[in-house]
């Protein structure tokens, strides 16, 4: 399978040039040995391309192999994480100054993305679950904020959450493109699933995913796709939130990871989804049902202590991605084989308590906006005890992170209710910024 990028850099670095550019390194090891593929980290010349150039070059070759595979129309290549590219996603389906539909689950990267598009947000709840995790985004949800405020042309969900929930993206799409909006997903966590026979992204307009959230990818290496819009459309925006000096190694990681991918990554991929199915009968755990579609390389082991269950794995040498009061979520990839399934049941068997999770309750609704999320974010603030900050309006977000779904967003009043909310589920934050009012 080809990786022009990764082919490209490996051929310039074959001829040993005397490199007098940044980076510092010159392409020899870094100091202590430490484990980076110097040599391939060059920066924008006449032989590497350039990220965000007219090309055509190597980079544009590996971003059209991605956008091929997975039915997009174009592929971004982003070394700043999925934050870079939801920052850019936004930019170019809202503009600024508008109004858009926001999952209330978004990630921190989103809030902040309204608050430097000066965008007005209009939240959109997600039904909590018995299992005590929110459910799927509801096409009908989408539909009656639509329909409620036809000024909103833009519409942003997450998809899988944390906790692997899925929505139904195609059916979200259609309900947008029927109010003449277009649909943007936050598909961090879902990198792997089109590897995997899912096609659900191919219908919305905008589809953001770090490559390496879940696939054997670089940390920060992501991309951005898109549909009805140019390869020019995303480097103007990704540009603008993104280093003009990116990291080569990182998108080579990218073309390698996909090359990999549709070979024996895929192959591995899916035997871990069928090793994480046997986990799922074998254990107490979140599993599908009618009405909730899952993430199927996700393990959501459900715990009445979930906090206790993931100490004691990590005495065990075993490091689960995050706990909450009822469950403990592990990331399991094509990097996962037999070995490391043996190793996380030997630890389960050992570890408890396992059985139904602890009755995690829903968050109370959102509080009142003081401010608009622009007007929250520029403003003077101070730090406070979280306990005596009721009444004031939050300058940041008042989280449980992971998986950073706000209690509080910023420029919204703090009430009582939400800081008993904290309590209850263990939020182990002393203080939180406030806006300074009447200055």
Same mark, same amino acid.
């Given at each position: 399978?080809?990786?022009?990028?990764?082919?490209?850099?490996?051929?310039?670095? =074959?001829?040993? +040039?005397?490199?007098?550019?940044? +980076?510092?390194?010159?392409?020899?090891?870094?100091?202590?040995?430490? +484990?980076?593929?110097?040599?391939?980290? #060059?920066?924008?010349?006449?032989?590497?391309?350039?990220? #965000?150039?007219?090309? +055509?070059?190597?980079?544009?070759?590996?971003?059209?192999?991605?956008?091929?595979? @997975?039915? #997009?129309?174009?592929?971004? #290549?982003?070394?700043?994480?999925?934050?870079?590219?939801?920052?850019?996603? @936004?930019?170019?389906?809202?503009?600024?100054?508008?109004?858009?539909?926001? =999952?209330?689950?978004?990630h921190r990267s989103q809030f902040n993305a309204l608050a430097l598009l000066d965008l007005t947000p209009h939240f959109l709840p997600r039904p909590w679950l018995e299992e005590g995790v929110a459910g799927p985004i509801e096409p009908e949800t989408v539909e009656k904020t639509l329909a409620e405020h036809p000024e909103i042309k833009t519409v942003c969900i997450a998809s899988p959450t944390y906790y692997g929930v899925l929505s139904d993206v195609p059916a979200i799409a259609g309900v947008c493109r029927a109010h003449g909006a277009r649909l943007m997903v936050d598909g961090a966590h879902g990198a792997h699933l089109p590897f995997l026979g899912y096609t659900g992204y191919q219908a919305a307009d905008v589809v953001v995913m770090s490559a390496h959230k879940t696939l054997p990818a670089p940390g920060q290496s992501a991309l951005l796709f898109a549909n009805g819009f140019s390869l020019a459309q995303l480097q103007r925006w990704g540009s603008v939130y993104g280093s003009s000096s990116p990291s080569y190694a990182l998108m080579a990681g990218l073309d390698g990871a996909r090359d990999y991918m549709e070979g024996a990554g895929g192959a591995r991929y899916r035997d871990t989804v069928r090793q994480v199915g046997g986990f799922r009968r074998r254990w107490p755990a979140l599993r599908e049902r009618d009405g909730l579609d899952l993430d199927p390389a996700r393990l959501v082991l459900t715990s009445p202590d979930g906090f206790a269950l993931a100490r004691s794995l990590r005495e065990r040498g075993v490091y689960p991605e995050m706990a909450d009061a009822g469950h403990v979520v592990c990331f399991l990839t094509c990097a996962d084989g037999e070995a490391e399934f043996a190793r996380l049941e030997e630890a389960l068997g050992s570890a408890g308590p396992t059985g139904p999770g602890a009755a995690v309750p829903a968050p109370p609704g959102p509080p009142r906006a003081a401010l608009t999320p622009r007007q929250a974010l520029f403003a003077p603030r101070e730090r406070v005890a979280l306990g005596e900050s009721a009444g004031r309006a939050a300058a940041c977000q008042i989280a449980p992170y992971p998986p950073g779904v706000p209690v509080v967003a910023p420029g919204e009043r703090i009430e009582k209710k939400h800081l008993a909310y904290l309590r209850e589920i263990g939020y182990n934050k002393e203080y939180c910024d406030v806006i300074l009012e009447g200055e």
């Open positions: 399978m080809p990786t022009p990028l990764y082919d490209a850099l490996r051929a310039l670095a =074959d001829t040993r +040039p005397l490199r007098l550019d940044m +980076p510092g390194h010159h392409g020899f090891p870094l100091p202590g040995g430490l +484990p980076w593929p110097s040599e391939l980290d #060059f920066t924008e010349n006449g032989a590497t391309g350039d990220l #965000f150039g007219d090309g +055509p070059d190597a980079i544009q070759a590996a971003e059209g192999l991605w956008a091929a595979r @997975l039915g #997009f129309d174009a592929c971004l #290549f982003l070394t700043g994480g999925s934050t870079q590219g939801v920052h850019a996603g @936004l930019a170019l389906l809202a503009g600024a100054g508008g109004a858009v539909a926001l =999952d209330r689950g978004s």
